[in-house]
């Protein structure tokens, strides 16, 4: 009697064991989902900000070529210049992605819950969609607004340039702006909700990857 009452009493302690086991694992899995995450929407934010920096960088351009075609007054120079300067700042843009090592949220956050990789997948797609197709249209509304000045070069004055860059890049800030949000409001919503799940379910979801 006290061999098998001895050996039930080391049954449940062993099942008691392995059950805390289980949910610290569980709590650790978890833990780790909720950080990477968290991580993410923070890079998603920081790689909006960062493709909304092109506008606010290319205000001294938009100065000195005002200045610019003062001095040697061509407009189809000045517009080229501006193209230029644009791609320059979005290959800084490029590398500053890389730099802050932006891609590695989308690994740290598959490598833990693969149930997201669609979502992320998404969102990727989406946000670089928007943010080529106001590229694209910025500049597209920047050629328009320089190539009739040529006209007008007795009335022309630096300001009259200036302002009208400034305004369209604050047009396509806003743009970008939405169409982003746009883009990134499903994953984002998406990520809280996995945030704030219950442990086991997060654990379920990464085993079952949906």
Same mark, same amino acid.
């Given at each position: 009697?006290?061999?098998?009452?001895?050996?039930?009493?080391?049954?449940?302690?062993?099942?008691?064991?392995?059950?805390?086991?289980?949910?610290?694992?569980?709590?650790?899995?978890?833990?780790?989902?909720?950080?990477?995450?968290?991580?993410?929407?923070? #890079?998603?934010?920081?790689?909006?900000?960062?493709?909304?920096?092109?506008?606010?960088?290319?205000?001294?351009?938009?100065?000195?070529?005002?200045?610019?075609?003062? #001095?040697?007054?061509?407009?189809?120079?000045?517009?080229?210049?501006?193209?230029?300067?644009?791609?320059?700042?979005?290959?800084?843009?490029?590398?500053?992605?890389?730099?802050?090592?932006?891609?590695?949220?989308?690994?740290?956050?598959?490598?833990?819950?693969?149930?997201?990789?669609?979502?992320?997948?998404?969102?990727?797609?989406?946000?670089?969609?928007?943010?080529?197709?106001?590229?694209?249209?910025?500049?597209?509304?920047?050629?328009?607004?320089?190539?009739?000045?040529?006209?007008?070069?007795?009335?022309?004055?630096?300001?009259?340039?200036?302002?009208?860059?400034?305004?369209?890049?604050?047009?396509?800030?806003?743009?970008?702006?939405?169409?982003?949000?746009?883009?990134?409001?499903?994953?984002?919503?998406?990520?809280?909700?996995?945030?704030?799940?219950?442990?086991?379910?997060?654990?379920?979801?990464?085993?079952?990857?949906?």
């Amino acid at each position: 009697m006290l061999t098998i009452f001895a050996v039930t009493i080391s049954l449940v302690a062993l099942m008691s064991t392995l059950s805390k086991d289980r949910e610290e694992r569980e709590r650790d899995h978890a833990s780790r989902v909720r950080s990477a995450a968290a991580a993410m929407l923070i #890079k998603v934010d920081r790689w909006q900000a960062l493709q909304l920096s092109l506008y606010q960088e290319l205000q001294p351009t938009f100065v000195e070529l005002s200045e610019q075609l003062l #001095k040697n007054y061509n407009t189809r120079t000045v517009r080229d210049e501006l193209w230029k300067r644009i791609s320059f700042e979005r290959s800084k843009i490029s590398a500053k992605v890389v730099d802050e090592q932006l891609s590695s949220a989308y690994s740290d956050l598959i490598a833990t819950f693969p149930a997201a990789r669609e979502k992320l997948q998404s969102a990727h797609e989406k946000l670089a969609e928007a943010e080529s197709l106001v590229t694209d249209s910025f500049m597209a509304v920047t050629e328009a607004r320089i190539l009739p000045l040529q006209n007008q070069r007795e009335s022309y004055e630096t300001a009259k340039l200036g302002n009208l860059l400034r305004d369209a890049a604050a047009f396509s800030s806003r743009e970008l702006k939405r169409r982003s949000d746009d883009a990134a409001k499903p994953l984002r919503d998406y990520l809280l909700s996995v945030i704030a799940k219950k442990d086991s379910d997060i654990v379920q979801a990464s085993r079952s990857g949906s």
